[in-house]
């Protein structure tokens, strides 16, 4: 048996191909990777002997022969293809061992110029495996130090690889190389090409809308059904999932979780990541119907638990800090179908035991260290339309004192900014046209999706009432601006005492005039946050 190791990442090469020889199969090897397996004392032929072809072009070209692919592809049971290899002297080669150059971590970063990017497009790596991939049924190709230990108990206690792990590695090579071959796509067509600048250190501008986006996405585990029971549906992530995102995570407990369960769990997340102080986000029907934040997790939670307890029945439930026993007891009093955090203290796991339904998820928050570019594109939301796709940049805007424009003659109190910054930072959650009374970090009374403004501040308050709390100098956010003033006096009536919105409407001065007759404060984003 021939294996032919050409790697990049030599990551255990050198303890799989000792392994190897341990068996009896004859190494084959390239540059690096030869001089690599010498120094540690294996016999390892260089490719160019059994090409009788040097290798060339700095490396570009060295595997590219016909004494290679004719071994890679040549099908055992063809008895025409067996002698002409005969004929021309080739010997078969039966595990190709190639990682791939470096291409992604190359254009990951800072700084990468063109010239780098391009000297990492593998060539001659691509065509192995694909040679090897296609003729899985005679050999095994191995794309990455993982599958070393598989191959290795399988030649171990057999002699030989089973058909079953050849073609799981065939799919495992096709995809790598769709993967690669993806990267380079999406990285040329992003670049701005300036042909006046063509020099070794040129570095592209990139957009972060390629020419032709090839995401790509793994699947994490099929779903009992989709969105609703005759829908069937499966869970990806992306190849190179953002730090801190849901499908990072890890399920404790629980149930498996359900298409709606991870739609809503995103959004919890994704909303409670977005506080520095501790927080509580409880989220049905992918809305926000609690948000809080407070001391620690108990009180964050019981905060955010009044909002709306009817709504908080069967809800998602997101922390941004660790879970301790005092929270987990008052969250188990509720029903919960999924609770997520950072992490869990050993008390508060012990709480949890006794719901074994609840799904527990535990998601480390994410330490940054990414490139703009690299956090634009895990940033990236994405909606299906009809044979398209919308890309857009996430609505990650954050906002500060200094970005607020007072237009009223009554001024917000110090109080009131950190509120209408708390209110602003939960509407940009909530289901477009959104309205979000709150009061000291906490929310009062929240209206979602509804066609008129008016009705979701009505809504809005309807839900206060019926929790028995009082919107009586509350503030409130809106996530667009008030087209009439007909909005404000809806939310004054209810209450409100201090306005944040958008602003930019052709009846601008309108709202404001209405707002110093009724005597209340209001502030300019000059963002709007629709969210459909």
């Known amino acids: 048996m021939n294996a032919l190791i050409s790697v990049s990442d030599k990551t255990g090469v050198v303890d799989f191909a000792r392994a190897l020889h341990a068996l009896g199969i004859k190494l084959i090897s390239t540059g690096g ?13 260089e490719v160019a002997q059994v090409t009788a072809f040097p290798e060339m072009l700095d490396g570009r070209v060295k595997t590219l022969h016909p004494k290679v692919h004719g071994g890679l592809l040549a099908r055992r049971d063809v008895p025409e293809h067996m002698a002409a290899l005969a004929a021309q002297g080739i010997d078969t080669i039966d595990l190709l061992v190639v990682n791939l150059y470096p291409f992604e971590a190359t254009v990951a970063k800072a700084g990468c110029t063109l010239a780098d990017a391009i000297e990492n497009i593998d060539i001659g790596g691509p065509a192995m495996v694909r040679s090897a991939a296609k003729n899985w049924a005679d050999v095994g190709v191995l794309t990455d130090a993982s599958q070393y230990p598989a191959v290795l108990e399988e030649l171990q206690a057999n002699g030989k690889l089973s058909a079953k792990l050849r073609f799981a590695l065939s799919v495992a090579a096709f995809n790598r190389i769709a993967q690669y071959d993806g990267a380079i796509s999406d990285y040329l067509s992003s670049v701005t090409f300036e042909e006046n600048k063509l020099s070794e250190a040129y570095v592209p501008a990139r957009s972060l809308f390629p020419g032709q986006s090839n995401g790509q996405f793994i699947k994490v585990q099929d779903l009992r059904y989709g969105e609703n029971a005759h829908q069937e549906a499966a869970l990806y992530r992306d190849l190179y999932p953002a730090p801190g995102s ?28 977005g506080f520095d102080a501790p927080a509580c986000v409880i989220v049905k029907h992918a809305n926000p119907c609690g948000v809080a934040v407070g001391r620690d997790a108990l009180e964050a939670y019981s905060k955010a638990f009044q909002t709306d307890p009817t709504s908080a029945f069967g809800g998602i439930i997101a922390f941004n800090r660790s879970v301790d026993g005092a929270a987990a007891q008052q969250v188990s009093k509720q029903f919960v179908e999924v609770l997520m955090a950072p992490d869990f203290t050993p008390e508060a796991l012990d709480i949890f035991k006794a719901k074994a339904n609840v799904r527990l998820m535990k998601i480390e928050l994410p330490a940054g260290g990414a490139t703009a570019w690299e956090q634009g594109r895990n940033a990236m939301d994405a909606k299906r339309v009809g044979s ?25 109190t110090a109080g009131q900014l950190q509120d209408l910054l708390f209110a602003w930072k939960v509407a940009k959650y909530v289901k477009s046209n959104a309205i979000v009374f709150c009061a000291n970090g906490m929310t009062m009374g929240v209206g979602a999706g509804q066609m008129s403004r008016l009705d979701s501040a009505r809504i809005a308050s309807i839900k206060a009432q019926h929790a028995g709390l009082s919107l009586a100098g509350t503030v409130v956010a809106s996530d667009a601006f008030f087209p009439f003033r007909d909005g404000l006096d809806v939310v004054v009536d209810a209450g409100a005492t201090c306005v944040i919105q958008p602003g930019g409407s052709m009846r601008d001065q309108e709202v404001i005039d209405a707002a110093d007759a009724r005597g209340v404060a209001m502030v300019f984003s000059g963002v709007r946050h629709f969210r459909h």
């Open 388 to 412: 398209g796709l919308l890309l857009q940049t996430a609505d990650n805007h954050e906002m500060a004192l200094a970005d607020l424009k007072v237009v009223t003659k009554v001024q917000p």
């Open 246 to 273: 849901l499908v990072t995570g890890v399920q404790l407990q629980g149930k498996e979780l359900s298409y709606n369960n991870i739609a809503d769990a995103d959004a919890a997340w994704e909303c409670v990541k």
């Open 33 to 45: 990777t030869a001089r690599l397996l010498a120094e540690q004392g294996l016999p390892v032929t």
